[in-house]
Every structure is written in structure tokens, then in C-alpha cells.
């Protein structure tokens, strides 16, 4: 019974793709006007994923650095880097040693015999701490912890911009939600209005249908399957329109970057992105086909 | 089978298609229902299918009050009864086969079965090598014989047919009686429409002579036949 079941969805869901090949024009309309309204919410959604990587790329500006005090010896500054790493909201925390720091300076700066002259190490432990990834808040609310501890001299952060960037990313990303959930609600309704103008043009058939016994059921399943197709068919030229958006884009967009001497390679869609396109296309077709024979099928009865 | 008491038909424009309409079809009865144009034939059959709903009066087919069939079970009760039309309303981008195939696919039968089944009906109706024809390459009395070739191929109890030889010249019209008789003599109850008294006179059934709305005359000519 079960394998009847699908036997007869499968036949269907053939059968639907036959119908819409034998049109092809008409077919290929609709579905080209499903893919630009698809490609929308995918290359914006590319657009933002690309963002989001160069903001990440830029997440080292987020880094700050807390100056302890000269008075702060070697154990403690390990053991308080230790304390600072072990919080949720670091990612990271690098002890830069006094010595270390001192050499360092000696051997880049020049300044080398100067130094010699000082009694002592002019320079303080530092860390480097590298927030965890997250609301620009938290940035803000970690650097205040850490100034308020008494080993802290000084705290050295410039994260305004990142947060701002973020900030902007994040409104942008929700903005992309929003035109999706829009132009998934156009992609139903397109489809629905093409599942009518089909209902519309097979009435005779679905009249002899309901007369020799078909249930609702059975009637409605080619004009979902149909549905189904042109949501289906549509985000795969809508993804098709991405890539190639990014293949015309890619040399641009390196030549953009050699200038700010960084090597960026723009990301596509993920495979999780592609098969969430592809499978909300066909979901769009199948919810828009239901609607329209909801409305539809109901009207059409033999008289 | 098919019981009628006190049948009455109003369409929303006012008229009244049948007033008190009573009668009984006995299962395996064959009778025709005669009558001038506009007296309530194709009412009473639509009655039968579901096609419409009486107004007033009580209606029974296979022993199932259609009133009491939801809207939503209709298509299963039309699975049990088998419809013939004066137009055939044969499916014409689909074969022959696939015409007569469609109430078995509908029930939901396997595909070897719906062949088997399928296959025979047109054998009875004398089709089986055009089977994947187009049904419009075939002449009129052909088609009508595809449409009673589906309307048999599930094997319904009941076959009703509303002027199926309207378009017949008299050898092929008296040519589909026979067939109808064919399926009678395996026991199908049969309700014919046909204002073709000529044909009918000629047959000897039971006869249901509708007139305005209500039955006027009922031969019985079948002995199973009772008294409205």
C-alpha cells in the first residue's frame, strides 16, 4: 500500500516535469521570473556572508592591550593572564613578558644604546587580549572589568568602528531576512497564480476526474508536483545567477584588494546555502500550488 | 439499489426539475428512463451521482442515503458507480488506454491489476487494439464505447447513462444497448436516459416515462420491477 503510495507520487512528480517540458517557453518565463526573485535574498545573503569573513579577517583591531603596572612581577602577570583567559567573553590572551618586550624593542627601534643607559626596564607586562567573537557590548564590558582590576595601568582599546561594522552587519543581515521571507511570499504567490491559470485551462480534465471518483487528494497532486518544479526549477537558476553574479565579480573584486595589498577570494554559497535554496524553492512552488488549488479545485465541479 | 421516495429538484433559479419523484430499481434491474427534453432526466441521474442534491425527498444508492454523504466522501460513493455521458468526456491527451485506466488508478490499484482490469473492459467493448490510440482518432460510437469501457472497468454495481446513443446513428445506438444488456446479464443495475423511444420499444426492459418533473408511466416490463 505504502509502496503504491509512492509509486503513484513519483509518476506524478514525472509526470508534472513531462507537462512543464512540453511548454517550454511559457515554463521557462516563469521560472526565470521565480530565479531573479530568488537570486535577490541568495546574492544579498552572499553579500553579507562576505562581509561577515573580511569583518572577521579585521577582528584583530578588536585586540586590546592592558598595561599592568610596573609593580606587577612575572608570577603574578602569569597567573592574572591565566585568570583573564579562563573568562568566556576572551578568545585569547598573550602574556607579553617585560623582558621580552624590552628585547624586542632594543633589537626594532634603534634605540638599542639608549636603553642601555637605563637602570632598569622601563617597560610593564602587557596582555594582548582578543575578545571572544560577539555583541560589541561585551567588548566594552570586558575592557571595563579589566580596568577596574589594581594590576591595570592602562587599557588600550580602539574597537568603535568594529562594533560599528558589526553593528551595521547585523541590521543588514536582518534586512536580508526580511527580503526573503517577502520574496519567498512573491515566489508563492507567483507560482500560485501560474497553478490557477493551469487549474483554470485543465478545468474539462479535472471535471472527468471528480465524476469518475478522484478524491481531492489525487486531483490536487499534479498541480502540486507542477508547483513544486517551478520553485525547484527557479532557485537553481537563481543559484546558477549568483555564481556567475561572482564569477564576474571575482576579478574586480581581487584586483580591489591587491591594492589594499590583502588577497581576498569572495565566498559563494555553501553547500547547506545551495541545498536550503533549491529545497525552499521547491517548498515555495509546493505551499503556492496548494493555495491556488485550495481556492481553485473547489470551484470546479461537474455539473 | 437505487431508491427514490418523494424527490424533489428546485435549482436556485426557481425551477422545479423533478416534484415527487418514487420509484425502485431492484439490484441487477436494467430500465430506461424516458422522456421529453427538460423533463427531469439528467436531474434524477445527477441525483444519482451526487452531481447535485435532492431539495426534498430521500435518495439511496447501493443502500447509502446520499444525504448523508459528506462532501469529502463524495468521490469515494462516485467509485462505486459507473457514469456514461452523451459526450463521452473522454480525457483526449491521454490514450485509450489510459481513459479507461483512470477510475482504477484512482482506487488506488496496482499497476498490473489496473492493466488486467483495464484491458478487459476494452475487450468487452470490443477496443483492445486500439488501446493506445488517441481517443479522438476514433469515430463517435467508438469513443462512446471507450467512455462505457470506463465506466464498467472498476466494476461498479450500478451504471447509469444519460442519452449515451444522443449522437448514434440507430445500428450503433442499438449496437451500445446490446453491450449495455451484456453487463446487465452479469448483474449491473442499469438506469438508461434516452428519448430514443424508437430504440427502446424495441428492447424489452422496464421503462420509468418522466414527464414534467414526475414520473408518469412505469411499465415494469422487468418482473422484479415493484410499484412506486
Not at chain 1, 579589566?146 to 561594522?165: G, I, K
Not at chain 2, 491489476?113 to 481517443?135: F, M, N, S
Request: aromatic residues 6%.
Amino acid at each position: 500500500m505504502l509502496k503504491r503510495y509512492f509509486t503513484a507520487h513519483a509518476t506524478n512528480c514525472a509526470a508534472a516535469l513531462g507537462r512543464l517540458l512540453r511548454q517550454p517557453v511559457g515554463s521557462f518565463m516563469t521560472a526565470m521570473v521565480i530565479a531573479l526573485a530568488l537570486a535577490l535574498p541568495a546574492g544579498l545573503r552572499v553579500v553579507v556572508n562576505n562581509a561577515d569573513l573580511l569583518s572577521e579577517s579585521w577582528q584583530g583591531a578588536a585586540d586590546f592591550t592592558v598595561y599592568l603596572e610596573m609593580d606587577v612581577g612575572d608570577e603574578r602577570a602569569r597567573a592574572l593572564a591565566d585568570e583573564v583567559r579562563a573568562r568566556a567573553d576572551v578568545a585569547s590572551v598573550t602574556l607579553v613578558d617585560r623582558t621580552a618586550a624590552l628585547a624586542e624593542f632594543r633589537a626594532r627601534s634603534g634605540f638599542g644604546e639608549a636603553l642601555d643607559a637605563l637602570q632598569e626596564n622601563p617597560l610593564p607586562h602587557a596582555l594582548v587580549v582578543r575578545p571572544a567573537g560577539g555583541a560589541a557590548a561585551d567588548v566594552e564590558k570586558l575592557a571595563r572589568a579589566l580596568d577596574e582590576r589594581p594590576e591595570t595601568a592602562l587599557v588600550q582599546l580602539d574597537t568603535q568602528w568594529v562594533a560599528r561594522l558589526r553593528g551595521i552587519l547585523a541590521l543588514l543581515a536582518r534586512v536580508v531576512d526580511i527580503v526573503t521571507v517577502l520574496v519567498g511570499l512573491a515566489v508563492a504567490l507567483v507560482i500560485g497564480n501560474t497553478i490557477r491559470l493551469e487549474i483554470n485551462n485543465r478545468s474539462t480534465e479535472i471535471e472527468v476526474m471528480k465524476l469518475v471518483g478522484g478524491t481531492d487528494g489525487f486531483i490536487r497532486r499534479p498541480f502540486l508536483y507542477l508547483g513544486a518544479w517551478y520553485g525547484f526549477i527557479g532557485a537553481l537558476v537563481a543559484a546558477g545567477l549568483v555564481l556567475a553574479t561572482l564569477a564576474l565579480l571575482q576579478g574586480p573584486i581581487e584586483s580591489l584588494a591587491s591594492l589594499y595589498s590583502r588577497s581576498v577570494s569572495p565566498v559563494g554559497l555553501s553547500l547547506e546555502e545551495t541545498l536550503l535554496l533549491l529545497g525552499g524553492g521547491a517548498a515555495l512552488g509546493w505551499a503556492g500550488a496548494w493555495l491556488a488549488a485550495a481556492r481553485h479545485l473547489r470551484a470546479i465541479e461537474p455539473t | 439499489m437505487i431508491r427514490f421516495e418523494n424527490v424533489h429538484k428546485r435549482y436556485p433559479s426557481g425551477r422545479e426539475a423533478l416534484s415527487g419523484v418514487t420509484f425502485m430499481l431492484d439490484k441487477g434491474e436494467m430500465a430506461f428512463l424516458t422522456g421529453p427534453s427538460g423533463a427531469g432526466k439528467s436531474t434524477l441521474l445527477k441525483l444519482i451521482a451526487l452531481i447535485e442534491r435532492p431539495t426534498r425527498g430521500t435518495v439511496l444508492v447501493n443502500n447509502q442515503n446520499t444525504a448523508r454523504v459528506p462532501r469529502r466522501r463524495i468521490p469515494y460513493f462516485r467509485q462505486r458507480i459507473g457514469v456514461v455521458f452523451q459526450d463521452h468526456k473522454l480525457l483526449y491527451d491521454r490514450s485509450v488506454f489510459d481513459n479507461v485506466a483512470l477510475p482504477l488508478m484512482i482506487a488506488g490499484m496496482k499497476p498490473r491489476e489496473i492493466g488486467r482490469r483495464a484491458r478487459a473492459a476494452l475487450d468487452q467493448v470490443g477496443l483492445l487494439d486500439r488501446e493506445q490510440h488517441a481517443p479522438i482518432t476514433l469515430s463517435t460510437g467508438e469513443q462512446q464505447r471507450v467512455g462505457i469501457a470506463r465506466a464498467v472497468a472498476s466494476r461498479p454495481e450500478v451504471v447509469i447513462a444519460d442519452e449515451p446513443t444522443g449522437n448514434l446513428d440507430p445500428d450503433l445506438s442499438l449496437e451500445i444497448m446490446r453491450l449495455f444488456e451484456r453487463f446487465n446479464d452479469v448483474g449491473v443495475t442499469l438506469l438508461i436516459a434516452t428519448h430514443d423511444l424508437e430504440l427502446v420499444d424495441n428492447l424489452a426492459h422496464r421503462r420509468l416515462r418522466l414527464v414534467g418533473g414526475q414520473i408518469v408511466e412505469d411499465s415494469r416490463q422487468s418482473p422484479r420491477g415493484r410499484v412506486a
